[in-house]
């Protein structure tokens, strides 16, 4: 292999490397904000114990998005995809109206 072959190898190799640890740090950042339409809509709250008793009568502390037949995480992640929020995360230890107990 030439060097000039190498040196364009190597900025290629550079190239997608940035990108690929781009989108990861894109993925990432992508959580659910309690002020977004459909997370008020579903009285979504980062924090389980910070949810309104009054709205739901129904919702305990023990219920968690880590422990929702929806979350698509680890139990122990502490944010997970759901699918009522698209490719934005939820947190582990929220909440939300369409929680259903994992079976």
Request: with cysteine; proline share 4%.
């Amino acid at each position: 292999m030439s060097q000039s072959n190498r040196r364009v190898f190597l900025m290629q190799v550079a190239a997608c490397g940035s990108a690929l640890a781009a989108a990861g740090a894109h993925a990432q950042a992508a959580r659910v904000d309690e002020k977004d339409p459909q997370a008020v809509a579903l009285g979504y709250a980062h924090d389980t114990t910070k949810v309104d008793k009054k709205k739901f009568p129904k919702h305990t502390n023990d219920q968690k998005c880590n422990n929702c037949a929806l979350y698509q995480g680890k139990a122990a992640d502490a944010w997970g995809g759901c699918p009522l929020f698209g490719t934005k995360q939820v947190a582990g230890p929220g909440w939300c109206s369409a929680w259903a107990k994992k079976g």
